[in-house]
């Protein structure tokens, strides 16, 4: 895995050096001459130059017209060209040992040695002027780069801000150097073969520090704290020694063969050196290889794994057909084979980096949060996890980094194969938004490739990214235990899925969509067919669709949950099941009455925070109240004392006085408050704790009792006495009226 | 608390010796180095100026007194170099005694050349030198570039080192620096224009001799007199340097049989080997310690409480004596970068000012016990 770095990091050095060759910049041309200009205006003038132009041109566009080679063509003509390389090859290793007797040679006929020795003496001084400046810019960012290494980092983000921070100043540094050596080389005009070899060197010494700052930042040898990857210290300075010494040999190799073969106009002795040059590079980074892979296995103190086996045999194959390609002269297919060759391990090395900075932040993040007992076995099994790969079903995630990690490893994977195809785009010269934008069929298919390319990239990251934040919420709801209630993300059970499904769909369509249109099939049909569809349907399943946006509404408004006490209009009764349609309420006599959303204008909870019950007493116009204080109060003590229901009484039971005087009695109030759902227990206990204290003390409730007052009493016979008893008896019963009905309650 | 025994007013004499020559030195070479940057506007700007900014350093008085502040330095020098417990503690060091020993065996050719031919009455002046040059003889221009790098490069590097552990120099620094890189770079582009008028003349150099007073004229150049003191010289310094350098290997290749366990306290615990200082360990082991005149005994911040050791711990020399008594005179306070490690043991200490410590921190950085404002 670690071996990856380091090809990467060649890899990045011979970019470099490639482009470095391009910047070459051609020699200025002299402007022609006024005898020059009149000469050229005279041979336009001539009849004959005119029309031998006006044929080229007509053959040029008859060319041009013509279609451009096939696959058979190009084929033949790529052997052609290998067989010709392979005759130059040969003429450049009968040449080989010539190159130096060459090289010295036209050495000395382009510089004389006081030249040379002029040529190093204004390095020398560039150099100096570019030293000298970084040396200023240093005393001053000095002292914030020690406190940036000194300064303790505890989580991922502050590493990375102090990482970058001190490659932000080393590469301010660096810019200062090119500037004030490069700069200052620039300011004079020089003969063109000693710019060359100055530029050369200049941008040698330049490009071998910018990779060291490159590697300072991802490895930081000397310093532990902010280096971002998770190695240690010997393993650090090994690898950015070796690579620093690897690709800094790519460059010099690179900067020698371009010097030489401008110095020798593209000879065979120019070839040779080269490829003697690129196989020096080649055992080289055979040699580093072997060596490397060893002396890791060492410092890990075990032997090589299958894996790491493996590695070196991709690697060992991609650099050695690499360099069949550099020498054959096909760098386009040397640059693909090298892309190609690095993106799997480079895609499972990023893989690895990912998951260890999230292993490592997650580490971070919970030794500063109190720890947990879940914790270690929940790290342990991550990290077994992320040997396999992403696709397994994890263990529940604990932290909220968990559901970026596949986000991150996406957009990692992601951003890889855009660069690469680009890169290969690019290095194929292909102009592949051109070609898409030709009319041809090449031209159409480029472009639905890579419109249903980005198109299937971008739904997949935000699938993942969707998809793994509704799975941790999904995961982190742990269903109420029988007869407790549910929290507030009871719902989420209920919507997530229905959102996650909506998305799917959804995205599904989009892509299927802008597929279908890129290919060129006419996607307005089908979308005015699904809006008119869409319309019928809507139509028809009114109430439906009205049930369920209602319902969401009515979720999302967190109206009621599973298991609680609800009345809707008429109806009571627990909340047994949320549909996406409707809701299913069980009367507490056993009854079940489903309702959709729709059908919902209101409704009331009984189950949320807290229940107050009044509860009233009718004792006689003679009752000590102050007595009934007393006892009510000891009546609420023993209430709460309860063990079964003690808990769950807030404010237990307490006498508010007397609320009312009515005809016979008056009429005494207590109340207390509960959860939810204890109200009716603590209810049937304070009626019966309450009769009982007063009936203990004396206090009797209040009965009716009509008193009838008879004139005359004594006079009446007790036939007489009977039918008035009888009246009265009527009469009291008719001011009673029938009798309620009972309250519907559980 | 000055208690002034022989031993240190030597010590102190020699540093003081050192510093002085150091910094008139430095003095001649700033303004060699500002004539030089005359080449900018021409070669005879840079001729009307010498007698002002060269001439005058190297009169008859002047010139032996240059040499001899030479000598001086050159001596005590490599008499630092040797007795210096370690040169590679910081790359500033290092620098720092390379370039201190690659200055005789490059400045030979260029001293001696112009000194002699002076004495034999030929005119030296700068449109002579710079066609030798830059024409006649580019192998000795690229010499003088070198040479110019590094004595400004060794001068520099000295007189910061000793500005930056004086507590009152913390707000002169930052207007120092842009001079001390000005100076060189301009005279070096002055140079390099001089070069290309030169180059475009394309004219020899004319070595003309002035007749004496009495009409005479001189002997001739004794050329070949030149060349064998130059090579005298050149051959004797280096081999100087190497003899420097030999002594100190074979002194700590005698020096390290051990390993000293050090416990810093809230900080770790480090093996290293016996025979180099207690600084120089802590560079060794990546294990930041303040240290602002870079391990030369004079800024103090170094310095480490000996909380315990079981091993007998060098007596205090006269030079870290003296520092320790103008920044802190508490008992057993030690400067790291004076404390060599010569036996096998365990030490345990404490540092005093945190790794980052600078003067500008006043005296709140100091984790224990703020430093004395020196006088």
């Known amino acids: 895995?670690?071996?990856?770095?380091?090809?990467?990091?060649?890899?990045?050095?011979?970019?470099?050096?490639?482009?470095?060759?391009?910047?070459?910049?051609?020699?200025?041309?002299?402007?022609?001459?006024?005898?020059?200009?009149?000469?050229?205006?005279?041979?336009?003038?001539?009849?004959?130059?005119?029309?031998?132009?006006?044929?080229?041109?007509?053959?040029?566009?008859?060319?041009?017209?013509?279609?451009?080679?096939?696959?058979?063509?190009?084929?033949?003509?790529?052997?052609?060209?290998?067989?010709?390389?392979?005759?130059?090859?040969?003429?450049?290793?009968?040449?080989?040992?010539?190159?130096?007797?060459?090289?010295?040679?036209?050495?000395?006929?382009?510089?004389?040695?006081?030249?040379?020795?002029?040529?190093?003496?204004?390095?020398?001084?560039?150099?100096?002027?570019g030293a000298g400046l970084e040396w200023l810019y240093r005393q001053y960012t000095n002292p914030l780069k020690l406190r940036v290494e000194l300064n303790p980092v505890t989580t991922v983000r502050q590493r990375v801000t102090a990482g970058a921070l001190r490659a932000l100043i080393t590469v301010g540094g660096l810019a200062i150097f090119a500037l004030g050596s490069i700069g200052a080389f620039a300011a004079f005009s020089w003969p063109p073969m000693l710019e060359t070899l100055v530029l050369n060197l200049l941008v040698v010494i330049f490009t071998v520090r910018a990779i060291r700052t490159l590697l300072v930042l991802f490895l930081a040898p000397n310093v532990q704290e902010l280096r971002l990857l998770p190695f240690g210290n010997r393993l650090a300075r090994h690898l950015s020694l070796t690579v620093l010494g690897l690709t800094g040999l790519y460059v010099l190799s690179a900067s020698l063969s371009d010097i030489y073969a401008r110095l020798t106009m593209q000879s065979v002795h120019a070839l040779a050196f080269s490829v003697a040059?690129?196989?020096?590079?080649?055992?080289?980074?055979?040699?580093?290889?072997?060596?490397?892979?060893?002396?890791?296995?060492?410092?890990?103190?075990?032997?090589?794994?299958?894996?790491?086996?493996?590695?070196?045999?991709?690697?060992?194959?991609?650099?050695?057909?690499?360099?069949?390609?550099?020498?054959?002269?096909?760098?386009?297919?040397?640059?693909?084979?090298?892309?190609?060759?690095?993106?799997?391990?480079?895609?499972?090395?990023?893989?690895?980096?990912?998951?260890?900075?999230?292993?490592?932040?997650?580490?971070?993040?919970?030794?500063?949060?109190?720890?947990?007992?879940s914790i270690p076995d929940d790290a342990e099994t991550d990290a077994d996890l992320s040997e396999y790969g992403d696709d397994l079903p994890q263990s529940p995630p604990q932290h909220p980094y968990e559901s970026y990690r596949p986000l991150a490893q996406r957009i990692v994977r992601f951003i890889s194969i855009f660069a690469v195809g680009i890169a290969l785009a690019l290095i194929w010269d292909l102009r592949l938004f051109e070609r898409a934008a030709a009319p041809t069929f090449s031209g159409r298919l480029v472009r639905v490739l890579i419109d249903s390319a980005v198109a299937l990239l971008i739904a997949d990251l935000i699938w993942v990214w969707a998809r793994s934040a509704i799975d941790r919420r999904m995961d982190a709801y742990v269903p109420p235990e029988p007869g407790t209630a549910p929290g507030p993300e009871a719902r989420m059970a209920t919507l997530l899925p229905l959102l996650r499904v909506t998305l799917m769909v959804t995205l599904l369509a989009m892509v299927t969509m802008s597929i279908l249109s890129s290919m060129g099939v006419n996607i307005a049909p089908i979308l005015a067919g699904a809006g008119v569809v869409g319309i019928a349907i809507g139509f028809g399943a009114?109430?439906?669709?009205?049930?369920?946006?209602?319902?969401?509404?009515?979720?999302?408004?967190?109206?009621?949950?599973?298991?609680?006490?609800?009345?809707?209009?008429?109806?009571?009764?627990?909340?047994?099941?949320?549909?996406?349609?409707?809701?299913?309420?069980?009367?507490?006599?056993?009854?079940?009455?489903?309702?959709?959303?729709?059908?919902?204008?209101?409704?009331?909870?009984?189950?949320?925070?807290?229940?107050?019950?009044?509860?009233e007493f009718r004792v006689p116009f003679d009752t000590d109240l102050k007595l009934v204080k007393k006892l009510v109060k000891k009546v609420g003590e023993q209430l709460k004392a309860n063990e079964f229901y003690g808990d769950g009484i807030i404010?237990?039971?307490?006498?508010?006085?007397?609320?009312?005087?009515?005809?016979?009695?008056?009429?005494?109030?207590?109340?207390?408050?509960?959860?939810?759902?204890?109200?009716?227990?603590?209810?049937?206990?304070?009626?019966?704790?309450?009769?009982?204290?007063?009936?203990?003390?004396?206090?009797?409730?209040?009965?009716?009792?009509?008193?009838?007052?008879?004139?005359?009493?004594?006079?009446?016979?007790?036939?007489?006495?009977?039918?008035?008893?009888?009246?009265?008896?009527?009469?009291?019963?008719?001011?009673?009226?029938?009798p309620k009905p009972i309250p519907d309650e559980p | 608390m000055t208690s002034s025994s022989p031993a240190r007013s030597r010590a102190q004499l020699i540093r003081q010796l050192r510093a002085i020559s150091g910094l008139y030195l430095l003095a001649y070479v700033t303004m060699h180095l500002l004539n030089l940057s005359l080449g900018l506007i021409s070669i005879d700007a840079m001729d009307a100026a010498r007698p002002y900014l060269s001439g005058v350093w190297t009169g008859p008085v002047t010139g032996n007194l240059l040499l001899l502040m030479l000598l001086i330095h050159?001596?005590?020098?490599?008499?630092?170099?040797?007795?210096?417990?370690?040169?590679?503690?910081?790359?500033?060091?290092?620098?720092?005694?390379?370039?201190?020993?690659?200055?005789?065996?490059?400045?030979?050719?260029?001293a001696v050349g112009v000194s002699m031919l002076k004495l034999s009455g030929v005119v030296v002046d700068y449109e002579t030198l710079n066609r030798l040059f830059w024409l006649t003889n580019p192998g000795i221009g690229l010499v003088q570039v070198m040479l110019i790098s590094v004595v400004w490069v060794h001068g520099c590097a000295g007189f910061f080192i000793a500005l930056r552990a004086r507590p009152g120099m913390v707000n002169v620094l930052p207007w120092l620096y842009p001079i001390a890189v000005a100076v060189p770079v301009i005279a070096l582009l002055g140079y390099t224009q001089a070069g290309r008028i030169v180059l475009a003349e394309g004219l020899e150099p004319v070595y003309e001799q002035v007749p004496n007073l009495d009409g005479t004229l001189p002997d001739v150049v004794p050329y070949a007199r030149i060349q064998q003191i130059t090579f005298?010289?050149?051959?004797?310094?280096?081999?100087?340097?190497?003899?420097?350098?030999?002594?100190?290997?074979?002194?700590?290749?005698?020096?390290?049989?051990?390993?000293?366990?050090?416990?810093?306290?809230?900080?770790?615990?480090?093996?290293?080997?016996?025979?180099?200082?207690?600084?120089?360990?802590?560079?060794?082991?990546?294990?930041?310690?303040?240290?602002?005149?870079?391990?030369?005994?004079?800024?103090?911040?170094?310095?480490?409480?000996?909380?315990?050791?079981?091993?007998?711990?060098?007596?205090?020399?006269?030079?870290?004596?003296?520092?320790?008594?103008?920044?802190?005179?508490?008992?057993?306070?030690?400067?790291?970068?004076?404390?060599?490690?010569?036996?096998?043991?365990?030490?345990?200490?404490?540092?005093?000012?945190?790794?980052?410590?600078?003067?500008?921190?006043?005296?709140?950085?100091?984790?224990?016990?703020?430093?004395?404002?020196?006088?």
């Open chain 1, 1 to 129: 895995m670690r071996l990856g770095l380091l090809a990467i990091g060649a890899l990045v050095a011979s970019l470099i050096a490639g482009s470095m060759a391009a910047q070459e910049a051609p020699a200025p041309t002299p402007a022609p001459s006024a005898n020059d200009l009149h000469e050229f205006t005279r041979l336009l003038a001539d009849p004959r130059i005119q029309k031998w132009i006006a044929d080229q041109a007509n053959t040029a566009e008859v060319v041009d017209r013509s279609q451009p080679p096939d696959l058979r063509e190009d084929l033949v003509r790529a052997v052609d060209e290998t067989r010709g390389r392979l005759v130059e090859l040969a003429a450049a290793w009968r040449a080989l040992p010539q190159i130096g007797k060459v090289f010295a040679d036209r050495w000395r006929a382009a510089l004389s040695p006081p030249q040379q020795l002029r040529g190093l003496t204004f390095v020398m001084i560039f150099l100096f002027v």
């Open chain 1, 277 to 373: 040059l690129a196989t020096v590079c080649l055992v080289a980074s055979y040699a580093v290889l072997f060596y490397s892979f060893r002396r890791v296995a060492a410092m890990n103190g075990q032997t090589m794994t299958r894996r790491a086996r493996l590695w070196r045999v991709d690697l060992l194959v991609v650099l050695t057909l690499a360099y069949l390609a550099l020498v054959l002269d096909r760098p386009a297919l040397m640059w693909t084979i090298v892309l190609l060759g690095l993106l799997v391990p480079g895609l499972v090395l990023l893989r690895d980096w990912v998951d260890g900075a999230f292993d490592r932040a997650k580490a971070e993040a919970m030794a500063l949060e109190p720890a947990d007992d």
């Open chain 1, 542 to 615: 009114q109430s439906l669709v009205k049930d369920v946006v209602s319902g969401i509404f009515f979720l999302i408004d967190d109206a009621f949950r599973v298991g609680e006490y609800v009345e809707i209009d008429q109806l009571r009764g627990t909340v047994e099941r949320i549909s996406i349609r409707s809701l299913q309420l069980r009367h507490h006599r056993g009854a079940i009455h489903t309702l959709p959303y729709g059908e919902l204008r209101h409704l009331t909870n009984h189950s949320r925070d807290w229940v107050i019950m009044k509860l």
């Open chain 1, 651 to 738: 404010q237990t039971l307490k006498s508010q006085g007397v609320r009312r005087m009515e005809e016979f009695n008056m009429v005494v109030a207590v109340k207390f408050m509960t959860k939810p759902g204890e109200q009716w227990l603590v209810r049937r206990d304070a009626y019966m704790l309450v009769r009982d204290a007063f009936e203990a003390n004396g206090i009797r409730m209040a009965e009716r009792n009509v008193k009838v007052e008879v004139a005359n009493v004594e006079d009446m016979t007790p036939e007489e006495r009977a039918a008035v008893a009888g009246a009265a008896q009527q009469a009291a019963e008719a001011q009673a009226g029938p």
């Open chain 2, 74 to 110: 050159y001596v005590l020098g490599l008499w630092a170099t040797y007795c210096r417990p370690s040169l590679t503690g910081t790359s500033q060091d290092l620098v720092q005694a390379l370039s201190g020993l690659f200055v005789i065996p490059l400045l030979a050719i260029h």
């Open chain 2, 232 to 375: 005298g010289v050149l051959w004797g310094s280096v081999a100087l340097a190497a003899l420097v350098l030999l002594a100190r290997a074979l002194r700590s290749w005698l020096a390290r049989p051990g390993q000293v366990d050090i416990e810093t306290l809230g900080i770790g615990r480090i093996t290293v080997q016996t025979g180099q200082s207690m600084l120089d360990a802590f560079r060794a082991e990546n294990q930041s310690h303040a240290s602002l005149c870079s391990g030369r005994g004079r800024c103090g911040t170094c310095a480490v409480r000996v909380l315990s050791s079981d091993v007998d711990l060098p007596p205090i020399s006269p030079l870290e004596q003296a520092t320790l008594d103008r920044t802190t005179a508490e008992p057993g306070i030690r400067l790291a970068c004076q404390l060599p490690l010569h036996q096998s043991g365990t030490i345990e200490v404490a540092p005093l000012f945190p790794p980052d410590y600078t003067f500008e921190h006043g005296t709140e950085g100091a984790i224990e016990r703020p430093i004395k404002a020196s006088a």
